[in-house]
């Protein structure tokens, strides 16, 4: 079983920045992907950054240039550093692991959430 715990939200002003952990535990073997989504109240779930481990990392248009996916190999931990925050930024963001299974398919994991309050 693979356990996932965020941290890193908060309130912070507009302009300001912020970083999300997510760290992993567990049978963390074989990554097909790592990513971040959010869901802002009244909203669906979307799709913030994935960086998949064969190939490109893929953002939001309304987040590119902002904010950033990255991974520390050797702690299991992945990251979404967000910078130039906006009041539209305000969200639960939440971390999924995909991990390929013994037979190819892939199992989702996915973190508690944390909130991200963007305001003045």
């Known amino acids: 079983q693979v356990h996932l715990v965020e941290s890193g939200g908060g309130l912070v002003q507009p302009g300001g920045s912020l970083r999300l952990s997510c760290a992993a535990s567990?049978?963390?073997?074989?990554?097909?992907?790592m990513g971040w989504y959010r869901q802002a109240p009244g909203q669906q779930r979307e799709l913030v950054a994935r960086m998949p481990s064969r190939s490109s990392t893929v953002y939001a248009d309304s987040v590119k240039g902002r904010f950033t996916i990255s991974r520390d190999f050797g702690k299991n931990t992945f990251y979404l550093q967000m910078n130039k925050l906006k009041a539209e930024d305000t969200a639960v963001y939440y971390c999924?692991?995909?991990?390929?299974?013994?037979?190819?398919?892939?199992?989702?994991?996915w973190g508690q959430g944390t909130q991200v309050t963007v305001s003045s």
């Open positions: 567990g049978m963390v073997l074989s990554i097909n992907a």
């Open positions: 999924k692991l995909d991990l390929w299974t013994p037979l190819g398919a892939v199992q989702e994991y």
